[in-house]
């Protein structure tokens, strides 16, 4: 999974039944240090997120399909989670990492 | 998903007999402020797409079977639904991202 | 999927039966402008394909597999099918893309 | 697989109930020479692994889910062993790489 | 699948029952010239391969669980084969590439 930033959504003329009545969120997955990771990808809505969350993203597919419960969904990204704390340990002394 | 372009089609001697009658679309995914991100794939068509149209693009082989409504076929890559308007919300202060 | 360029072929000695009777092709990856996208990589053959044919290219394990009719194949790319002819459509306006 | 070490856990509110119980590892990738490979990502232990430890990290879903013995988990990556030793063998002659 | 070349192999405590018995190989990916593609990666051994054997490695999760015979196992890159020979058809003009 990547972390990631609710930063948008999208409103498409969805063909796929599966879709409907689920929020298309664009999210922008991001590194450790806060700064973007690639640019922005969609994924399905399973968690609630909101506008400015630090999401779980997941991003492969049979995974994704999964975290709405529907396993016939063309779903290959989704956000499953809110983060409310990430703990970096520093206690780890840098020549571990 | 990707938001991607579609730019052209391809016409190939299909050898597996799920693609029959489906149009293969060349799409190019873009970033969010519309530049090329990457170059070009090509996609099995689920959502009547025309040349010209920014789509949804599942990019894991699994979800894009499902898409079409064959699970026993050679598709990795679908559109599945033409968008509409994509929402990037102006109000999450910049810090957020 | 991905467009191609068939290279030449390996040969290996294959723990796998399912594997057997089939060629191992390695195909270079090409951009639209046919340069070469990324290296070449080995993809068992389930087009007829010959050395110099410009084919499509599956990269995902599922759809690979069935596209030659073995899920229990240990294949995660194939080649399935020829192309005989890429539209590029040069209606679609510059900023459209 | 890749080689990665521990650096930390992500603590979030879970809207699957698949991951209750379950740490969410932070896991930074490696190279062979310890240096980071890419960003952190998160991954669910199955392997009861702590700050610090090398890891085996796998990254795709299927994989993942059945690490923990939930194959209807949006899980797709799990830390899914503690590295204890990696032999470079010395022996295999530099032209042989 | 890619070509690579076996350079180690990796021992670790395995929580998943799955993986006794089987030999974890550090295999180092390479691009045609045999210079690195990237850097090394763990995959299972299913083909019997020893240091400095040139194989194919399939890197795909479901189709790496299926050389191995086992398809409930965390396995996302295998070994499936060794290679004997690669043939680079010198018989294509540099313009068909």
Do not use: Y
């Not at 973007?36 to 779980?56: H, P, T, Y």
């Not at 999964?66 to 520093?90: H, K, N, Q, W």
């Amino acid at each position: 999974m990547l972390i990631a930033r609710v930063i948008g959504d999208v409103v498409a003329t969805q063909k796929h039944a599966s879709h409907e009545g689920r929020k298309a969120l664009l999210v922008q997955p991001l590194n450790l240090d806060g700064s973007d990771r690639g640019d922005a990808v969609v994924a399905l809505d399973s968690a609630d997120a909101g506008i400015g969350d630090r999401v779980l993203l997941v991003t492969e597919g049979f995974s994704a399909m999964t975290s709405v419960g529907r396993p016939e969904s063309p779903i290959d990204m989704a956000v499953i989670g809110v983060i409310d704390r990430i703990d970096l340990l520093p206690s780890s002394p840098p020549h571990l990492r």
